[in-house]
């Protein structure tokens, strides 16, 4: 076992290494410009990106000529809603997001109310969950774009997809979801889900960092967001810029491989990461899971531990390399707003971790990470002064003083 283990597979992935071999020869012998369709190079490079079109549209059903190559989920956040906002601006200025959703969404929301938009966040429950009822008595006649992710980013939950899907379509207000952290790994079926527009990254599901894509419906609805790079007309217009062709024909092979084996693997990864769940519950007191245990991706695991930091938890198990909140968010410090919005208490959310697996995780690293988690969980405990007086108090009041023999005082 190599370590640090890694478990922030939701902040980045390794390359796959068919992934990797796949994209060499665009490097290299195959450099040309896919814009250059007058001689080998340029056509080479041009046929590569083609196939990758249909790779990432095969994955999410949807047709090749209806991907747009961007930089990553980022970028495509931000052209679906600022060139939607920008299009149909005349017809509404009314957006529906939701307080969980990713930075990118959030920020660009944030902007879009600087020039005059109307956003209307949804909250969620305790478990992460949306009300679709609360969703339905947002839209107005104004209401242009409802932008709700698939599968949060810091505690894996889902929304479902479908059934927002299904009242966008009614209420004629297009869809756009950001489905960075669910492609790959549970099936997305834009069709099946009247989803309008769709973002994905390379970097999360084994292809390379700096590319991505946005799906955006071509008929019934056709929807056609303005351009936020202008330039040499790339990609329809939407996405000026010579295409990375390497790192699309990354984006392709790894959106061919997850199409192989989401099926198996995310099986695997959801057996995996109950086992955390049920030995770390089991064993570890006053730990709980964050987010619905039913709606979740199966290799994300946001857990919580009470009377400790976080980051202290870190510091005392450096062989695992996880996350205190999403990897953008602990840049700054500030408590998760997605473990907030869900009404976690501020002491428990600085006591939370978000533990993410994939392809490479073996059932010998969750063994390995249990053990870690237990023992740095009771050095950081024994440091806590808060701690203490909770196990008295909860050995007097709940009789458990045998349970975890914290020697308690008054034994009754
Ligand atoms: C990682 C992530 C993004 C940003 O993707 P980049 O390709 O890194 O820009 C957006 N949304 C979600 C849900 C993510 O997990």
Redesign the pocket.
């Known amino acids: 076992m190599k370590l640090p283990v890694y478990m922030d597979y939701?902040a980045t992935t390794p390359v796959d290494p068919a992934v990797l071999e796949e994209m060499l020869p665009y490097f290299s012998d195959q450099f040309g410009n896919a814009a250059s369709i007058h001689h080998k190079f340029g056509t080479e490079a041009g046929m590569a990106v083609s196939k990758a079109r249909q790779q990432v549209a095969n994955l999410i059903g949807a047709e090749a000529k209806e991907i747009i190559f961007t930089s990553?989920?980022?970028?495509s956040?931000n052209i679906a809603i600022k060139g939607v906002a920008e299009r149909y601006g005349d017809k509404g200025k009314h957006i529906i997001t939701c307080v969980t959703e990713?930075k990118?969404i959030l920020d660009t929301c944030k902007y879009l109310e600087q020039k005059g938009y109307e956003v209307t966040y949804l909250g969620v429950d305790t478990n992460g969950m949306l009300d679709l009822q609360e969703l339905k008595d947002a839209i107005r006649s104004d209401t242009i774009l409802i932008s709700l992710?698939a599968a949060n980013?810091e505690v894996g939950v889902l929304h479902p997809v479908k059934e927002i899907g299904e009242i966008a379509r009614e209420k004629g207000v297009f869809f756009h979801c950001?489905a960075?952290?669910a492609v790959g790994k549970i099936p997305i079926d834009v069709n099946e889900m009247k989803i309008d527009l769709l973002?994905l990254?390379a970097?999360?599901i084994y292809g390379p960092k700096g590319v991505?894509a946005l799906y955006a419906r071509d008929k019934n609805p056709r929807v056609r967001p303005t351009a936020v790079l202008h330039g040499g007309g790339h990609e329809k217009g939407m996405r000026s810029g010579t295409l990375n062709s390497p790192g699309i024909v990354g984006l392709g092979k790894a959106c061919e491989i997850c199409q192989e084996v989401m099926a198996e693997e995310s099986a695997r990864l959801k057996k995996l990461s109950d086992k955390l769940i049920d030995e770390i519950l089991g064993t570890i007191e006053f730990a709980k899971l964050n987010g619905d245990r039913q709606h979740r991706l199966p290799n994300v695991v946001n857990l919580g531990f009470a009377y400790v930091e976080g980051e202290t938890l870190m510091m005392f198990m450096p062989e695992l390399a996880v996350s205190s909140g999403s990897a953008c968010t602990s840049a700054t410090l500030g408590a998760s707003y997605v473990l907030q919005a869900m009404g976690v208490k501020d002491d428990e959310i600085h006591g939370s971790l978000r533990f993410s697996i994939g392809r490479f995780t073996t059932e010998e690293e969750i063994d390995f990470a249990v053990e870690c988690i237990e023992k740095s969980v009771h050095k950081a405990r024994a440091l806590s002064p808060l701690y203490d007086d909770a196990i008295q108090g909860k050995c007097c009041k709940y009789g458990k003083c045998c349970d975890h023999g914290h020697g308690c005082v008054d034994d009754e």
């Open positions: 939701s990553g989920a980022t970028e956040n990713h990118a992710m980013n950001d960075t952290q973002s990254s970097h999360k991505g």
